[in-house]
């Protein structure tokens, strides 16, 4: 299994007050996500295990994209990879994502 | 900018059960907001013997487990994640369902549900796996003398198969839709064993024959049997609970002569069609066309099928 | 000895040699093998019907059983390499050259034949293209058919999978050529006659129906998100903004989730009657709920798709079906209908370059392109014009007098940027051309050329070819929409952000599409038991697709 992890910051914390949410099942071509609302308010983390070795740039790009995109500030994210295909990857993200802003 | 054009939070449109997620199912089945999910995902309580074999985990290795409320009632509820690792039972994923029956005694449920959707044991845990297994039924029988009923419900892509068929057979009452399947030994594992000509695995219309919703239904393999949607599964989960039997003697005999009829009524018989003909079904073939309200009507018309023996 | 009819005489001598193995026209299948090498001559070019759907499995068997001292060095002509038969003779030293269509099951044994040198190559084809040669330089001397009934005077009944039997007959019996059919059964009258009896030289009835698979049914249940955020896509992007009236879909999920859409999504934005009315189709089960929300007008089939003939017989208002009820397909019309008479054409790849070519040919595979490149290209023989066809034709604005503008067909790749064990569609170099390289192919196998696409849809985005001016706008609109593939990821940012401006490359937040809700509840069926339901239980799925 490869671990990756990434460190981000965001300009603001992500909004709502939602302590934790779950989002997608690991399975063939999916993946598990799992944000919790554990740091401060401008620090990102996502860590990621996956049987498919060698993407790391590929994940370090969408992770980048994703953060960009949702400023997740306090989340602290993690990801159990089924071999999902980088766009499932983003939309669970934005998927999880929103489930915390409620 | 753009609309939204889906509002997830309208009800109406019904969530088929059979595609819906072990949480989904959960959330469409208990009342709102009254599950509590104990082990939870962040808890991290994974497969220790999974990464070896190079194969991704699950936070809660496919199986939620926690109390919550139906219709008002105090329920404990365990649902299986059919779609990771095909449901199958694992060390930390059998050991969850043990713990909350287990618990059940001390808590004193209105009823212990049981959503299945597993191919049975995993064979990466094998040794786990399997007793697990055997410590689930031994624990549904505990809380059925307490008389606690332990309701299965039966919907998933995996059915119910192996190990878990086993377990279905030890709980009080089981519920099924047309997709669901309850076996023991797979498809794929008879043709292996026996041979296309006893069993062609790749036949699905005969594989739903003779382990699917409907035939389960009618022999009284199960003991409700409810459309493809969560508020069917409710409906029929909420029912069953009201008419479980009492976990006795008189029970248990009852339950060994209706099985010893069920051989000597049907044990000559080839294939299911033959069996629901000698049930009194007027149109066999067509049984696997019938609507949801179409084989309803016909189960009515049969009279009272639901009896303990499965 | 000179003359003018050698052809007609040769021909009456094989058929007198064949009959000696007949009762009349008709020969039991136990009679196959004799038949067959009684009236065929080494080196003879034959047609052994191998469609896209139905098989002269019997027949193909048959050949296969063929003495090689008296039967070798055939000439095989097909559209079709499907089963191992097919390419049995050519060890058997039975057959020795091929010119075909589309190999798509036996595309890893053929390239490794074509490797191996055990086949001649003539030329891979698209369908259209090899019955063209027919009645020119590939006219065959003896054509081994299937159908599914006939009488004793030889009438065929073909049914709804029709496909290429028509055309292979008429060329064939109209040259001096023997006609040899298989047919499922006997019959006092055949229900209608697709085929003229006196087209017909030998009737074999065959030990089983003949062989047909189930090509082009998808089931719902397995369709993505990504998929339906990228048939949103092209509804709102495509459909919608051309006024897509007249159209093919190519085989796929991609396209099958289109046709699930329509009755919902394209709905509430209003299209009825204003896209996807008139089709040039197999009959795709997916279609069903379009078909009975009163979108389609009509749909010509090339061949017929297993389960949907009750369907397709309660609906003659919508397809081509004869007078006893059955549907009538016929692929070298529909293909021509394909080419002539649709505005668009949408369907997969494997993968895309950076010009645009694409292809489904991959490195130890040789699929061929059945009805592809002809469907997916601009016929320049067109002169009929149509809102659409002139629409795109002024994006692209070639240059030259307007006067002498010519419209422009829609050609459609739709791709997900990564394909099955994360392999991106997008490259910088084919695999066709290694492939070529390694099998001494004149041309790499490309499926669409360059020039011929207009439009790429990914789960990123569309990119609009049309509009692009330059070989590099072309390559940074490709890169624009290759998601997170290398290629995507070596865009030049800044300029992906100009083409974006100008609609070139459009997200799905431009078209107003907010890619969460591309969801499931979005698709008018879910199951195939949800087909079955639209159809009011006419639609008969195969049993693979069963859960019930």
Redesign the interface.
């Known amino acids: 299994?490869e671990k990756l992890t990434f460190r981000h910051t965001t300009q603001r914390a992500l909004a709502g007050a939602k302590a934790?949410a779950?989002t997608g099942?690991?399975?063939s071509?999916?993946l598990?996500v799992?944000l919790?609302r554990a740091l401060p308010a401008t620090e990102c983390t996502v860590e990621i295990?996956?049987?498919?070795r060698g993407?790391g740039?590929?994940w370090a790009?969408?992770v980048a994209d994703f953060v960009a995109r949702a400023q997740p500030g306090g989340l602290r994210i993690?990801i159990?990879?089924?071999?999902a295909?980088?766009?499932?990857v983003s939309?669970r993200l934005?998927?999880g994502a929103?489930l915390m802003e409620v | 900018m753009s609309e939204r054009i889906i509002d997830p939070a309208a009800k109406g449109w019904a969530t088929s059960w059979y595609e819906a997620s072990a949480r989904a199912r959960i959330d469409g089945l208990l009342d709102a907001g009254s599950f509590r999910e104990v082990v939870g995902p962040e808890q991290r309580r994974m497969s220790p013997h999974l990464p070896l074999f190079d194969l991704p985990r699950a936070f809660d290795d496919g199986m939620i487990v926690g109390p919550g409320r139906l219709d008002g009632k105090p329920v404990l509820v365990a649902a299986q994640e059919g779609r990771f690792m095909g449901g199958a039972f694992g060390e930390v994923h059998g050991a969850k369902l043990v713990g909350l029956l287990r618990a059940a005694l001390v808590l004193k449920p209105d009823a212990v549900l049981i959503l299945f959707d597993t191919g049975g044991v995993r064979l990466q845990e094998a040794n786990a796996g399997e007793t697990a297994i055997a410590e689930v039924m031994r624990a549904i029988t505990q809380v059925r003398e307490a008389g606690m009923p332990v309701i299965g419900l039966i919907g998933g892509r995996a059915g119910a198969y192996g190990g878990g068929g086993l377990i279905a057979g030890t709980c009080s009452r089981l519920v099924v839709s047309e997709g669901g399947r309850i076996s023991v030994s797979g498809p794929e594992v008879i043709e292996t064993n026996k041979g296309a000509e006893e069993f062609d695995s790749r036949d699905r219309a005969l594989v739903w024959r003779t382990m699917g919703g409907k035939h389960r239904r009618l022999t009284g393999g199960a003991d409700a049997y409810a459309d493809d949607t969560l508020a069917a599964f409710r409906r029929a989960a909420l029912d069953m609970i009201e008419r479980a039997p009492a976990f006795d003697l008189a029970t248990l005999e009852a339950e060994q002569a209706r099985l010893e009829q069920r051989l000597t009524h049907f044990g000559d018989c080839r294939d299911a069609t033959e069996i629901w003909a000698r049930l009194g079904v007027n149109d066999p073939e067509a049984v696997p066309a019938l609507t949801t309200a179409a084989f309803d009507t016909l189960l009515a018309s049969l009279g009272e099928t639901t009896h303990d023996a499965r | 000895m000179s003359g003018w009819h050698r052809e007609r005489a040769a021909r009456d001598a094989r058929i007198e040699a064949g009959r000696a193995h007949a009762a009349g026209k008709v020969v039991t299948a136990a009679g196959v093998v004799a038949l067959l090498e009684a009236i065929l001559q080494p080196g003879d070019r034959v047609c052994l019907e191998g469609d896209n759907q139905k098989q002269a499995d019997c027949l193909a068997r048959g050949l296969s059983q063929c003495d090689p001292g008296r039967v070798h060095d055939l000439h095989m002509v097909q559209s079709g390499i499907v089963l191992a038969e097919h390419l049995d003779i050519f060890e058997q030293g039975i057959a020795k050259r091929l010119d075909y269509s589309y190999s798509g099951p036996q595309g890893g044994r053929i390239a490794r034949m074509l490797y191996g040198g055990q086949i001649e190559l003539g030329a891979v084809h698209t369908y259209l293209e090899l019955f063209a040669r027919y009645f020119v330089d590939l006219t065959p001397n003896v054509a081994l058919i299937a159908g599914v009934s006939a009488d004793l005077d030889g009438n065929l009944y073909t049914g709804p999978n029709t496909e290429d039997t028509p055309t292979v007959v008429e060329a064939t019996a109209f040259k001096n050529g023997v006609v040899v059919a298989q047919v499922n059964e006997i019959v006092e009258r055949v229900p209608r006659v697709d085929i003229p009896g006196d087209r017909i030289d030998f009737v074999v009835e065959a030990d089983k129906p003949f062989y047909v698979e189930p090509l082009f049914t998808r089931d719902p249940a397995a369709m993505t998100e990504t998929q339906i955020l990228m048939a949103m896509m092209a509804i709102k992007g495509i459909y919608a903004e051309y006024g897509i009236r007249r159209l093919n879909h190519g085989i796929g999920f991609g396209t099958a989730a289109i046709e699930l859409l329509l009755p919902t999504y394209a709905e509430r934005l209003g299209l009825k009657g204003q896209i996807a009315t008139h089709w040039a189709l197999n009959p795709h089960p997916t279609l069903i709920p379009a078909i009975e929300s009163g979108w389609v007008k009509q749909v010509h089939c090339f061949g017929s798709e297993v389960g949907m003939d009750r369907s397709i017989r309660e609906r003659s208002d919508i397809f081509f079906t004869g007078a006893d009820g059955s549907l009538r397909s016929n692929r070298a019309f529909c293909q021509t209908a394909g080419l002539y008479a649709c505005d668009l054409f949408i369907g997969s790849t494997l993968q895309i370059d950076l010009a645009g070519h694409s292809s489904t040919v991959t490195q130890n595979r040789v699929a061929g392109f059945g009805g592809a490149p002809n469907m997916g290209s601009d016929p320049h023989g067109r002169r009929h014009p149509s809102d659409t066809w002139m629409k795109a034709g002024r994006e692209a604005q070639v240059a030259g007098d307007p006067a002498l503008m010519r419209g422009r067909k829609l050609v459609v790749q739709i791709v997900e940027t990564f394909g099955e064990g994360l392999v991106p569609a997008f490259v910088e170099r084919l695999d066709a051309l290694e492939l070529a390289r390694k099998i001494g192919l004149e041309l790499a196998p490309v499926m669409v050329y360059a020039d011929d696409v207009t439009h790429i849809v990914t789960e990123e985005g569309i990119a609009n070819l049309l509009l692009c001016r330059t070989a590099d706008e072309r390559e940074q609109a490709i890169r624009g929409v290759a998601g997170y593939t290398e290629i995507g990821r070596g865009r030049d940012r800044a300029m992906v952000e100009r083409l974006r401006q100008r609609g070139i490359v459009r997200r799905p937040e431009d078209l107003g599409i907010e890619p969460l809700d591309a969801d499931r509840s979005l698709l008018a069926a879910r199951s195939i038991k949800d087909l079955v339901h639209w159809s009011g239980g006419l639609y008969e799925p195969p049993a693979k697709f069963r859960n019930w």
């Open positions: 299994m934790q779950i099942v690991v399975a071509g999916n598990e799992l919790e295990e996956t049987p498919i993407y740039e590929v790009a969408v993690t159990n990879d089924g071999g295909r980088p766009d499932t939309l934005l998927q929103r």
